[in-house]
């Protein structure tokens, strides 16, 4: 089944790329892609075009999309909302959870963070905010906290609500000190266990490393942030975040060039804010995020003067993201950057049943759970990375045969309704991707290939897709056909496999 549509695509002109050739072939296949500016940001900015998106943003242009998606909240999203009811765990607090479990009505936190998983999936593929869960996506990977981990399993759902979605498209200073004053950061990087005699330094260390400067701090610089982070902990009692001044070590530090004499103990949380804001504004931190959101949004090998802007653009608004996306979406290296991109295999399989339609289980959960679990067998279920670093975001990572062929069976099991056989498919399924019956295999291919890439394919695709069925592009196509019948899903999965799909 996976087998054969994998082979089948092998024969397709456009083969996927190697590993060790992967990131020449990103810089190469810009003729992949339908390169208007519409077809060219909806790939970007969303988890994969729909024909609601492109016909959006068609009406109302590039500037307006991007204008209407950068104010999430004025955006109606009924049915996501509604599909998300389905998952009530994650809108308890820490002390609802714990209270729950105390009385044995909910099973320790593993089901809690399990529905995060399966909510943050059905937001990426239903919502009508896509760029916002993009960023939600982005920032859960930048200030990775590991879920489901038993650790976490009483507050990372909290971490969700309270820090990460509502400081996505917010400032980063902000998301920075929400971040650090949340019991899940805290119990993740030990910070919670810190004390002035025995300040851990884990938390210290990956607050400069990955979640501000980047490299370039020294050994000093880490003690320091240690020892000025003592006091930010968790109530044994709660669970929720406290101030233990008891906890804090006084006295003079200094963190790259910030000083600070931290005399007392009450002081030590403000001290602790006051370092956070430094680093949010340091020039090392808005590159590196300007950096990261490049390699999100332009290419995986950044155009070093956009990045320079960006920084800029950062600091010049106060660590605001949404200045730095509309500089990164208007400028013309993102104008030129199509086809540089390729797609992740959570991207890959979300953009997957966007692209089909398909629509959530009618009633319950077991189809989005199962495409869960499907997306974590290719390496990539969110929020699931254990180290505190996310998922690498860059072709190389994500581009092992191994990878590619479970890809490719994922296409056809999603597409053939194998797996999640509990989506809501149309019961014609070639009538509801291509219309009315075309009158060639030519045409079908054509007409499939417009509602999956916005364009059609080259002669020789087209050749080769249509002999996958015995036929020629010209050979007339009858409604009893298995191309449009039993074996269209695997004409969907075929195309599904193609560089005309995993490249953004």
């Known amino acids: 089944m996976g087998g054969a549509a994998a082979g089948a695509a092998v024969g397709l002109t456009a083969a996927v790329p190697a590993p060790a050739e992967a990131a020449a072939a990103v810089r190469s296949v810009s003729s992949y892609v339908a390169v208007d500016a519409e077809s060219h940001l909806l790939r970007r900015a969303t988890y994969g075009p729909t024909p609601a998106s492109v016909a959006e943003i068609r009406e109302l242009g590039t500037a ?30 820490i002390t609802e959870l714990r209270s729950r479990v105390a009385a044995g009505t909910l099973r320790y936190g593993w089901d809690t963070m399990l529905q995060l998983g399966y909510a943050a999936t059905s937001r990426a ?20 906290i590991t879920n489901p981990s038993g650790d976490v399993w009483d507050n990372r759902q909290d971490y969700d609500r309270t820090v990460i979605r509502p400081y996505a498209l917010g400032r980063f200073a902000d998301l920075l000190k929400a971040s650090a004053r949340h019991p899940a950061m805290l119990t993740y ?42 006091g930010l902990t968790v109530d044994w009692d709660t669970g929720a975040y406290k101030y233990s001044a ?6 003079p530090v200094q963190v790259l060039g910030f000083r600070h004499a931290n005399p007392t103990p009450a ?20 590159r590196r995020i300007a950096t ?10 950044p155009p070093a003067a956009l990045v320079t802007r960006l920084a800029k653009v950062y600091l010049s608004n106060g660590t605001a993201i949404t200045p730095v996306l509309r500089a990164l979406f208007g400028s013309a290296e993102f104008r030129a950057s199509a086809g540089r991109k390729l797609r992740t295999p959570y991207e890959d399989i979300v953009a997957t049943v966007r692209a089909v339609g398909y629509g959530p289980d009618a009633t319950g959960t077991a189809g989005i759970e199962s495409l869960y679990w499907l997306i974590g067998s290719l390496g990539q279920a969110p929020m699931s990375w254990a180290p505190p670093n996310g998922y690498p975001d860059v072709a190389a990572a994500w581009t092992s045969p191994g990878g590619m062929l479970a890809r490719w069976n994922a296409h056809l099991h ?3 309704g194998y797996r999640p056989k509990e989506f809501q498919r149309p019961a014609n399924l070639a009538e509801a991707l291509v219309g009315a019956l075309p009158a060639s295999y030519g045409a079908l291919i054509d007409a499939l290939a417009r509602r999956l890439f916005g364009r059609t394919l080259p002669a020789a695709d087209r050749t080769a897709l249509a002999a996958y ?18 074996r269209f899903p695997q004409l969907v999965a075929l195309m599904l496999n193609s560089p005309y799909f995993s490249v953004r």
């Open 246 to 251: 008891v906890a804090h070590a006084t006295g």
């Open 267 to 286: 002081g030590g949380e403000a001290a602790v804010l006051a370092l956070l804001d430094y680093l949010a504004l340091h020039p090392s931190t808005a």
């Open 469 to 486: 069925f015995g036929k020629t592009a010209g050979a007339a196509l009858k409604p009893g056909d298995a191309a449009v019948g039993w």
């Open 64 to 93: 307006a999309w991007l204008d209407r998606q950068l104010a999430p909240a004025g955006i109606p999203d009924p049915a996501c909302d509604a599909l998300l009811t389905r998952f009530p765990l994650i809108a308890l607090s």
């Open 292 to 301: 990261k959101l490049c390699v999100r949004f332009v290419a995986d090998d």
């Open 189 to 230: 990087l030990d910070n919670r266990f810190s004390t002035r005699a025995a300040p851990n330094e884990n938390y210290g260390r990956e607050l400069l490393e990955l979640h501000t400067v980047g490299l370039g701090y020294t050994e000093s610089d880490v003690k320091n942030a240690a020892r000025l982070l003592t």
């Open 125 to 144: 593929i239903w919502s009508e905010r896509q760029l916002y869960e993009v960023m939600v996506d982005f920032w859960s990977n930048h200030l990775n």
């Open 414 to 416: 999603i597409v053939a």
